[in-house]
C-alpha cells in the first residue's frame, strides 16, 4: 500500500498549485481520500475529502471555494487544486485513506505561501 504526494513547492499569496496523491497496492476506486495539512508546530488539519467515485467532496471553512479535490480511478491518482493561496496555508500537506480500519498516509509534499 502506497501513497506519494508531490506538486509542493514556493508560491506567492494569491498564487495557485495543484497537489497530485498516487496510489498502489489497494483498491483505489473503492476507496475514499482525504487531504491534510500540518503546519509547523501545529496539529493535523482536515483539508478536504473525496468520496471512491468523486460524486461526494467535502471541506472546511478554512479552504472552501479555493481548494477542489478531484480524482481520476484510471490512473489511481487524486488531486488537491489550491487557488487564492493565503499564507497561513503554509504546511506540509499529506493524502491519507483507510483500509481495514488502519489510516495510511503518504510521505507528504511541502507548500510554501510567501512574497
Known amino acids: 500500500v502506497q501513497l506519494v504526494e508531490s506538486g509542493g513547492g514556493l508560491v506567492q499569496p494569491g498564487g495557485s498549485l495543484r497537489l497530485s496523491c498516487a496510489a498502489s497496492g489497494f483498491r483505489f476506486s473503492a476507496s475514499s481520500i482525504t487531504w491534510v495539512r500540518q503546519a509547523p508546530g501545529k496539529g493535523l488539519e482536515w483539508v478536504s475529502n473525496i468520496s471512491n467515485d468523486g460524486d461526494v467532496t467535502a471541506y472546511p471553512d478554512s479552504v472552501k471555494g479555493r481548494f477542489t479535490t478531484s480524482r481520476d480511478n484510471a490512473k489511481n491518482t487524486v488531486y488537491l487544486q489550491m487557488n487564492s493561496l493565503k499564507t497561513e496555508d503554509t504546511a506540509r500537506y499529506y493524502c491519507?485513506?483507510?483500509?481495514?480500519?488502519?489510516?495510511?498516509r503518504g510521505q507528504g509534499t511541502q507548500v510554501t505561501v510567501s512574497s
Open positions: 491519507a485513506t483507510t483500509i481495514d480500519g488502519v489510516i495510511v
